[in-house]
């Protein structure tokens, strides 16, 4: 099993910044791809961003050129740095990885919350 734990939220006005991070530990030799997807009231959950292990990243449009993805393969840490962030933004954000070879996400942390307001 691999257990995630992420910190880093908060409340935060419009255009402002904030950075989130995410731990993993346990059986985490054979994690893949660790990712940030985000969850807003009413909403389906949604992939914000996503690192290999080789540090490939990937963005959604929505947050391209405001948040950044990285990673720290020896700490085993995530990091999601998001700038100007917008009313939009405010969700629950969740930490999650994958094992080699799998298709789907099957470890998550508990969440996250990040409240933007205008």
């Known amino acids: 099993q691999v257990q995630l734990v992420e910190s880093g939220g908060g409340l935060v006005q419009a255009g402002g910044s904030l950075r989130l991070s995410c731990s993993a530990s346990?059986?985490?030799?054979?994690?893949?791809?660790m990712a940030w997807y985000r969850q807003a009231p009413g909403k389906e959950r949604e992939l914000v961003a996503g690192?290999?292990?080789?540090?490939?990243?990937n963005n959604a449009d929505s947050v391209k050129g405001r948040f950044t993805i990285s990673r720290d393969n020896a700490k085993q840490t995530v990091t999601l740095q998001m700038h100007s962030l917008r009313p939009e933004d405010t969700a629950i954000y969740y930490c999650?990885?994958?094992?080699?070879?799998?298709?789907?996400?099957?470890?998550w942390g508990q969440g996250t919350q990040v409240t933007v307001t205008s």
């Open positions: 346990g059986n985490t030799d054979f994690i893949s791809t």
């Open positions: 690192i290999t292990e080789g540090g490939t990243t």
């Open positions: 999650a990885t994958k094992r080699f070879g799998r298709s789907n996400y099957s470890f």
